[in-house]
């Protein structure tokens, strides 16, 4: 389990790029008050999604405009065909955890 931030941190709207103690790059997401977590490198390309704009609970990617069900991981449109991996996150004490062992594989 990871310590993300202060729940403060992540306001409405915003997202976060998590590298440190994970085994690839998460995106962290506050979609109108509630948190996401999925793999942070778009299927179709590298690109980040936590550059991606949110809309709802959907993030479009920054470079070719997928759009991923952050609920799922699954891409609503084209060009990513394949899911991005959804990651279990919760709000404890004021801070945003992310449950993933660090020796989860990529
Ligand atoms: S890199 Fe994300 S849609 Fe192409």
Redesign the pocket.
């Known amino acids: 389990m990871i310590t993300v931030c202060r729940i403060e941190e992540l306001p409405p709207g915003e997202s976060l790029r998590i590298t440190d103690g994970v085994p690839a790059p998460i995106a962290v997401f506050n979609a109108d008050g509630t948190i996401y977590a999925v793999d942070d490198t778009?299927t179709?390309?590298d690109?980040s999604l936590a550059d991606g704009w949110l809309e709802g609970c959907f993030v479009e990617?920054p470079?070719?405009?997928?759009l991923f069900d952050l609920r799922t991981g699954m891409p609503t449109c084209a060009?990513?065909k394949t899911p991005v991996r959804t990651h279990q996150v919760s709000v404890e004490n004021g801070h945003i955890l992310l449950h993933i062992s660090v020796g989860e594989p990529a």
């Open positions: 778009c179709h390309q690109a990617c470079l070719h405009t997928a060009p990513a």
